[in-house]
């Protein structure tokens, strides 16, 4: 199927949640989490506000990854639990996160051929993701895929300034790129905001902070939703 574009495409295309699983393993941390707090005052629903607004001061503090995650979880059981915090049940908090890092890379389906396809259509692919460098760098490697991707760019933040950066570092053209990703704060709003197309991928388990309504796309740009990610070989 020949492209609808006139010339090759630059695509910006997510990591985590996007080319393979993340959230998943999170969500069975804090489940766990949570059993093990076993609040006897609070639903499970009022202990996950608490720790998702937790969360949200962490990032502030310390951004993204595994540290921050486990941080949050501890923070967490200090505000909530009746019980001081020991060292034992410090290290106890902290495996329910750092146990994620032993998990294998399980990428989504269909991805590794849908970037050889993407490829050897010559568009241009560029790895955009947000949070540790060394966590996201090791995850990168660990999925086997980097060979795709002309270049990988590693973000504190996926803002519209951090878009706008990345253009400017490739010297690439705003009306030719696009972001790929299930994130519609980070991937596709923020996008639209850089002024550059975006791609919505929805995936059942994203996060709840990335969780927002996507904007119309602004006069100019073009935002495309797919089911999966192999669905991109139907329009690039």
Same mark, same amino acid.
């Given at each position: ?9 630059? #695509? ?12 998943? !393993? ?5 489940? /766990? ?25 962490? *990032?502030? %503090? ?20 009746? %019980?001081?915090?020991?060292?034992? #049940? ?9 146990? *994620?890092? %032993? !998990? ?12 050889? !396809? ?21 995850? *990168? ?6 060979? !795709? ?38 991937? *596709?709003?923020?996008? #639209? ?16 902070? /990335?969780? /927002? ?24």
């Amino acid at each position: 199927m020949p492209s609808p574009f006139p010339t090759p495409q630059v #695509l910006m295309i997510d990591a985590d949640d996007t080319l393979w699983e993340n959230n998943v !393993y999170f969500e069975q941390s804090i489940v /766990e989490f949570l059993s093990f707090l076993n609040h006897k005052e609070m639903t499970r629903e009022q202990m996950r506000e608490v720790l998702n607004e937790v969360e949200r001061e962490t *990032i502030l %503090e310390r951004g993204y990854g595994l540290h921050s995650f486990a941080h949050s979880l501890v923070t967490t059981f200090e505000r909530l639990s009746a %019980e001081p915090l020991t060292p034992e #049940l410090h290290q106890t908090i902290w495996n329910f996160a750092h146990r *994620i890092s %032993e !998990y294998p890379i399980e990428l989504i389906d269909g991805v590794p051929e849908t970037l050889a !396809y993407l490829q050897e259509r010559r568009h241009h692919l560029i790895l955009v993701t947000k949070g540790s460098f060394t966590e996201q760098s090791g995850k *990168i490697a660990r999925s086997g895929l980097k060979e !795709y991707f002309a270049a990988v760019e590693i973000v504190a933040e996926k803002h519209a300034g951090a878009y706008r950066d990345v253009l400017a570092k490739h010297e690439l053209r705003a009306g030719d790129t696009w972001m790929v990703g299930n994130s519609p704060r980070s991937d *596709i709003n923020s996008a #639209l905001a850089a002024g550059i197309n975006a791609v919505f991928v929805p995936h059942d388990m994203t996060w709840v902070l /990335e969780h /927002e309504t996507v904007g119309p796309a602004p006069d100019g740009l073009k935002l495309l939703q797919v089911e999966t990610f192999g669905d991109l070989r139907r329009h690039f």
